[in-house]
């Protein structure tokens, strides 16, 4: 199973093995950050992996954080989103770093 940085597998997500190889591969720079995001790179991966050194958010005692919270799939409901978070901290939490 290929785990993203925040919890996602990348193996559901149909963009995977097309527009991305996934954020560890990109070093965080997956093709929606390029369009989106200032510093062209993901939030959750910069903040994780570049600014405090982990290789994941799973090794944050902030978990989930404001960011976490805050970055939702615009495709997914408010529910689908909730989920989403729950599913990803359990991922996160219960691998081994």
């Known amino acids: 199973m290929n785990l993203s940085t925040c919890g996602l597998i ?5 963009s ?16 929606w950050a390029l369009e989106m995001m200032p510093n062209k790179t993901c939030p959750l991966y910069n903040c994780a992996v570049n600014e405090r050194g982990y290789s994941d958010c799973g090794a944050c005692a902030e978990l989930p954080c404001k960011t976490f ?20 901290v359990a991922r996160l939490k219960n691998q081994t770093n």
Do not use: W, Y
């Open 10 to 14: 990348c193996d559901e997500c149909p």
């Open 16 to 31: 995977f093995g097309n527009e991305c190889n996934g954020c560890r591969a990109v070093k965080g720079q997956t093709f």
């Open 69 to 88: 919270l805050e970055m939702k799939d615009p495709s997914s409901t408010d529910e689908e989103h909730r989920q989403s978070i729950i599913d990803r």
